[in-house]
T-cell receptor, first 113, second 117 residues
Framework: EDKVVQSPLSLVVHEGDTVTLNCSYE??????LLWYKQEKKAPTFLFML????IEKKSGRLSSILDKKELFSILNITATQTGDSAVYLC?????????????FGAGTRLAVHP | EPEVTQTPSHQVTQMGQEVILRCVPI?????FYWYRQILGQKVEFLVS????????KSEIFDDQFSVERPDGSNFTLKIRSTKLEDSAMYFC???????????????FGPGTRLTVT
């Protein structure tokens, strides 16, 4: 069975801290790993990773994929209260014409002033 | 910036009634999806749709569910006879068909909260 596991499930930090969120996976037909930020409703796209070892960066957020060890991390530096959200990891699968995402349970991040 | 839109934002219905959830994907996207998230649980894949047909569906997507692209812009999810356990947030997503399949960035709409009483 395809599985995506995120850790920790929740995290409380203070503004200015750096956090690392983890995502490991066991799937067949892996094609990509995606990170989303979910505040009130819709998951908002952050990154898609397809190659090992290549860091993707957007402002204070960065992410990297290790396809040998089957995990990814999402780093947030100098956290702000606006970073408070659930961060979702999803793996893109493709086989025989289909194309879908399998999600982890998410990491709930709370950033306190 | 283009975005996926969904209507209604909240739908309350009685058990056994039919509901239709509506989505307008991003205009140049070719793949469309429905996902659902039961309160406190993971986002779960329901169905993907490409070239006017279902390309993949999960075991959740049984005969009570159907999808349609009735015109050039809308994408709908119909639940024929709702059950209490259908109560969830339903997300529509869309993606371009660029690059390798399975490596498409999927963009999500704001969701429709369905409450079945």
């Amino acid at each position: 069975e395809d599985k995506v596991v995120q850790s920790p499930l929740s995290l409380v930090v203070h503004e200015g801290d750096t956090v690392t969120l983890n995502c490991s996976y066991e799937v067949t037909n892996f094609r990509s790993l995606l990170w989303y930020k979910q505040e009130k409703k819709a998951p908002t796209f952050l990154f898609m990773l397809t190659s090992s070892g290549i860091e993707k960066k957007s402002g204070r957020l960065s992410s990297i994929l290790d396809k040998k060890e089957l995990f990814s991390i999402l780093n947030i530096t100098a956290t702000q209260t606006g970073d408070s959200a659930v961060y979702l990891c999803a793996v893109g699968l493709f086989s025989g014409g289909y194309n879908k995402l399998i999600f982890g349970a998410g990491t709930r991040l709370a950033v306190h002033p | 910036e283009p975005e996926v839109t969904q209507t209604p934002s909240h739908q309350v219905t009685q058990m056994g009634q039919e509901v239709i959830l509506r989505c307008v994907p991003i205009s140049n996207h070719l793949y469309f999806y429905w996902y659902r998230q039961i309160l406190g649980q993971k986002v779960e894949f329901l169905v993907s749709f490409y070239n006017n047909e279902i390309s993949e569906k999960s075991e959740i997507f049984d005969d009570q569910f159907s999808v349609e692209r009735p015109d050039g812009s809308n994408f709908t999810l119909k639940i024929r006879s709702t059950k209490l356990e259908d109560s969830a947030m339903y997300f529509c997503a869309s993606s371009e068909a660029q690059g390798h399949p399975g490596s498409y960035e999927q963009y999500f709409g704001p969701g429709t909260r369905l409450t079945v009483t």
